[in-house]
């Protein structure tokens, strides 16, 4: 089989993306640098409609499934990770074959990689997917930043993988090597901002006003049906009304520690942001609590 594309990773978030562009019609390849993932992968791929994937268990052989000039969609731990693989790749690519580094990644470490494979001639691309892992499989939304002559090879692959709203596929040319990376930053950093306000608006309600959980979903269920309509404010409201169901008594939220974590993008907003003297306090807050 020559395959139209290839994806190497496959953590679930690669397994996902690399079945949907299988259910769309394209042939893909994956590889991974522990082959019983790939394994997985196929099997997947069988039980899930017979898909076009075929697996590989090393780089080369990886490489020479794909038809010229070769596309490889990158889905790794960002930092070192992405370097590695790189370089893991790019041994056995051509002059004219792109790479896509669709993880979440610092935008200056795109632009240094973009420059280090131009020297063979490899094009590279940093592209943001948004929809975590169901979005991986049925629809994310897709945010490439590169040379235009490797995001036209890509293009249609990637406008019939992503979401679509009507007509119109969640996707688009976001511009030159790193605005793709920048793009989902700045998205993920609002998200974040958004997360602080709903988090902050519960500390209100159940502290000081005294609100059931209850009371609170229906809430938010009334607050999502108007101008603050939106999946955060959706999923906020099933939360707070969803009962513990693993032998405890009252609901899941009451059994949650008051403790979050971050990968990095809501940090590189805030920082980003003071570069270009722009205000972000609600993001900044969000790193703060």
Known sequence: MSCDIGLYGLAVMGQNFALNMAEHGFKVAVCNRSPSKVDTT??????????????????????????????????????KPVDETIALLAEHLEEGDVIIDGGNEWFPNTIRRSEELAQKKIMFIGMGISGGEE???????????????????????????????????????????????????????????????ISEVYDVLKNICEMENEDMGNLFEE???????????????????????????????????????????????????????????????????
């Open 42 to 79: 196929v099997e997947r791929a069988k039980a899930e409609g017979d898909l076009p994937l075929v697996g590989a268990k090393d780089p080369k052989e990886f490489v020479s499934l794909l038809s010229k000039p070769r596309k490889i969609v990158i889905l790794v731990q960002a930092g």
């Open 135 to 197: 979005g991986a499989r049925n629809g994310p939304s897709l945010m490439p930043g590169g040379p235009k002559e490797a995001y036209d090879l890509i293009e249609p692959i990637l406008t019939k993988c992503a979401a679509q709203v009507g007509d119109e596929a969640c996707t688009g040319y976001c511009g030159p090597i790193g605005a793709g990376n920048y793009v989902k930053m700045v998205h993920n950093g609002i998200e974040y901002g958004d997360m602080q306000l």
């Open 223 to 289: 607050w999502n049906k108007g101008e603050l309509a939106s999946y955060l404010i959706e999923i906020t409201a099933k939360i707070l009304k969803k009962k513990d169901d693993q032998g405890q008594d009252g609901y899941v939220v009451d059994y949650i520690l008051d403790k979050t974590g971050m990968k990095g993008t809501g940090r590189w907003t805030v920082q980003e942001a003071a570069e270009q003297s722009v205000a972000a306090p609600t993001i900044a807050g969000a790193l703060d609590s």
